[in-house]
């Protein structure tokens, strides 16, 4: 990896730094898995420039992300997730891999142009490139069948994003939309 220029990342340049939002809207399953449990939430997004990676002929910028969510109110976080954010200049396309610490492990991606301010993200089970993992029990439990997001920079200050996770709950026979939507404002440096 090599020291290099925000303009270097595409469409992720102006996402690298520290956001915080105060009004985000969880829908997820409740207790009963046949209800809606619906969550307001606070977050804190650190997406910190690690430079080029180089893999053979491939070139990718990254920033490397950590996220915490707590429900308004509470001072216990209820999600948390790790991974990257990567940009492909040369397919032109935007990645992003995670893990959530309750075993699943997503890599979505979409093609993007290099001055887009708005793009989505995809990954679906069983897809050899932009896919997902899950440990045993959420595979019998809550499948994750597919993941879809959409992103949109307002300005340098401000971005939004909107997330379906789709789940296979074992018992129900319709898809549940696990959304989250929120937006996130800089956290001015000191």
Not at 5 to 25: C, H, R, S
Not at 131 to 150: A, R
Request: net charge negative; proline share 4%.
């Amino acid at each position: 990896m090599e020291n290099s220029n925000l303009l270097d990342y595409g469409p992720l340049a102006l996402l690298a730094g520290i956001w915080e939002g105060q009004t985000g809207e969880d829908l997820a399953p409740d207790d009963s898995r046949v209800g809606v449990e619906k969550n307001n939430y606070r977050e804190r997004l650190v997406l910190h420039p690690i430079g080029r990676i180089d893999n053979h002929d491939q070139k990718l910028y990254g920033l490397r992300y950590s996220t915490m969510a707590w429900r308004i109110g509470e001072k216990d976080s209820f999600h948390e997730e790790v991974g990257y954010w990567l940009w492909d200049s040369q397919r032109q396309i935007v990645m992003r891999s995670f893990i959530v610490p309750r075993g699943v492990t997503v890599l979505a991606g979409g093609l993007v142009e290099p001055s887009a301010l708005s793009f989505s993200l995809s990954a679906s089970l069983g897809s050899p490139t932009f896919g997902i993992c899950s440990n045993p029990f959420l595979d019998q439990e809550f499948k994750t069948i597919k993941y879809e997001l959409h992103l949109t920079i307002h300005d340098e200050n401000s971005f939004s994003y909107d997330e379906d996770t789709h789940l296979s709950i074992k018992g129900m026979s319709e898809i549940f939309h696990h959304t989250d939507k929120h937006q996130l404002f800089r956290v001015p440096s000191s």
